[in-house]
């Protein structure tokens, strides 16, 4: 689909994400690397934290373009993601927000991208994405 | 920077349909993420094959090795370490400097390429909030001239200790030139971010126009003083709240006043520029904001099919004659 050694040679890390329209969501991955995902403050096991969601909007989190966990927007979490090499990332997820809480990355884009909210999904310049570059997470609030 | 500029990420999310919005295309609703130019990159498309947009963003990465300051070999650091000789540079970078001075004449200076000495002692993305000497500042101030810089042909000249950065006008060229590249492959549903620039192709799958948050010059990123209309042209905002930093109890942001190289201190919190091209509203958003209400209104009526918005720290809202149609009630 697309040439992975070109790629390379731009020093570019290239990702292919393919989510499928299901409403069973994406599994972390367990023991991949020793990454770690904690759901408040508990490693996450699929399915711990309900799956219905009230207007159908979820929230999706990758890893180098690895599916971690999606979760009903709506419903108050808080999502850690720690990498093996250290790297954090925290996300918050409110009754009417998704935003970066915290990252130990060098620039802080990610935390400086603000809040996904319903109101604005349609109007940010990154729809409903939030994205931290150094620890290749995303973050993305759409239609489950 | 130079960290951040190794590190590109290309994210290629497939989307399914989901059942509102686009329920009513064939094409699926797709996006890539990239890092060029120091700011994140987003081309979201209906197409059918996301391959069209990896080739986009590689199309990006193309223009950075050709118009940034700091890639060693572009065009523009070649320009900048030729100690005042001519460098024979791409035709893109020769029409960006056409443009460039042509703002700069329209503004009386205010947007000026030839700003780097100034805005190379000011760092306003680390977090480290270092107000440069006052000295040096007036010294590298005195090396900004737009005027003195000579492109006959291909070859540009810069006098030695000069340096131009085209960050204030590259961000709008490329979203242009990208735009023009997803047109020319088939593209007739995107909208593109390239930070403050928001460029799109037709409209919405549903025949709507695009719309676009202004930020609210108060409140956290992501809250919206007004929403703008995109109908397949080009939304450029600029504003103080985009990078800057406090120290001693002032705000330095990052629109640098080329005649004196501090932060323009005027009225103004942000302009938001309506325009096709991306490359003129990115650099007459600068020159706009520099400008002040009053004056910048004045150049932006000057230029046809050009419409803006001002937005001052009191919060009151200015708007040219035909900025209306771009802002929905």
Known sequence: MFNLEKCAFLRLCVILVTLALSTSGCTPSPGAGGLRVLVDGEMWKDGAVSQESGDGLRVYITCDGQPLLDLPFGEAHSVQIIQD????????????????????????DCVHMGAVTRE??????????????????SVEVREG | MMKMR????????????????????????QTAIGFYLDTVITLTAYVDDAAVLNDALEECGRYERLLSRTVEGSDVWRINHAQGQPVEVSGETVELLETARQVSALSGGMFDVTIAPVSTMWDFTSGAAVVPDADAIAAAAKLVDYTKVKTDGSLVTVPEGMMIDLGGIAKGYIADAVK????????????LSFGGNIVTIGMKPDGSP?????????????????????????????????????????????????????????????????????????????????????AGAKLIEGIDGVEAVFIARDRSVSVTSGADQYLAQ
């Open chain 2, 6 to 29: 190794a590190l590109a990420l290309l994210l290629t999310l497939v989307c399914a349909l989901s059942l509102t919005g686009c329920a009513s295309a064939q094409q699926k609703k």
């Open chain 1, 120 to 137: 604005n999904l349609e109007l940010r310049v990154m729809g409903g994405f939030i994205i931290c570059l150094p620890h290749k997470i």
């Open chain 1, 85 to 108: 090499d250290g790297s954090e990332n925290t996300v918050a997820i409110t009754e009417d927000a998704v935003y970066m809480e915290h990252a130990d990355c060098d620039n802080q």
């Open chain 2, 210 to 294: 695009w719309k676009v948050g202004i930020q609210d010059i108060d409140k956290p990123t992501g809250e919206y003083m007004l929403v703008a209309l995109n109908f397949g042209g080009s939304t450029v905002t600029s504003g103080i709240y985009e990078r800057g930093f406090e120290a001693d109890g002032v705000y330095y942001h990052h629109i640098l006043d080329p005649s004196t190289g501090w932060p323009v201190q005027n009225e103004l919190a942000s302009v938001t520029i309506f325009s096709d091209s991306s490359m003129w509203g990115d650099a007459l958003a600068t020159a706009a904001f520099s400008l002040g209400t009053e």
């Open chain 2, 180 to 191: 023009g590249y997803l047109v020319g492959r088939g593209v007739k549903s995107a909208v």
